[in-house]
């Protein structure tokens, strides 16, 4: 199995900063991309930015200049360092990847952490 695991949320006042971690372990033979999506109350889960195994990135535009995503592929580790935060930026932060658990596999298959609450507020 693959677990996902996120760290680094909370509460934090308008123009803050927050930088949330995310941890892939199991059985994990190689990741492809890794990302970070969010899901406020009453709307979809929507991408806000990730990064493949060649370090390509892409962001949501609501994000851009203010968010930063970085990968570790040796420690199996996704980061996003969250600047400027804004209230409309609260949510509930998901941790996803793409990967292969066998070189055996045809496609790589998603996974999810737990998610971690951010809340912008004064």
């Known amino acids: 199995q693959v677990q996902l695991v996120e760290s680094g949320g909370g509460l934090v006042q308008p123009g803050g900063s927050l930088r949330l971690s995310c941890a892939a372990s199991?059985?994990?033979?190689?990741?492809?991309?890794m990302g970070w999506y969010r899901q406020a109350p009453g709307k979809e889960r929507e991408l806000v930015a990730r990064?493949?195994?060649?370090?390509?990135?892409n962001y949501a535009d609501s994000v851009k200049g203010r968010f930063t995503i970085s990968r570790d592929t040796a420690k199996n580790t996704v980061n996003l360092q969250m600047n400027s935060l804004k209230p409309e930026d609260t949510a509930v932060y998901y941790c996803?990847?793409?990967?292969?658990?066998?070189?055996?596999?045809?496609?790589?298959?998603?996974?999810w952490g737990q998610g971690t609450q951010v809340t912008v507020s004064s």
């Open positions: 990064i493949t195994s060649t370090g390509s990135t």
């Open positions: 996803n990847a793409d990967l292969y658990q066998s070189s055996l596999d045809v496609r790589p298959r998603s996974y």
């Open positions: 199991g059985r994990i033979f190689r990741i492809n991309a």
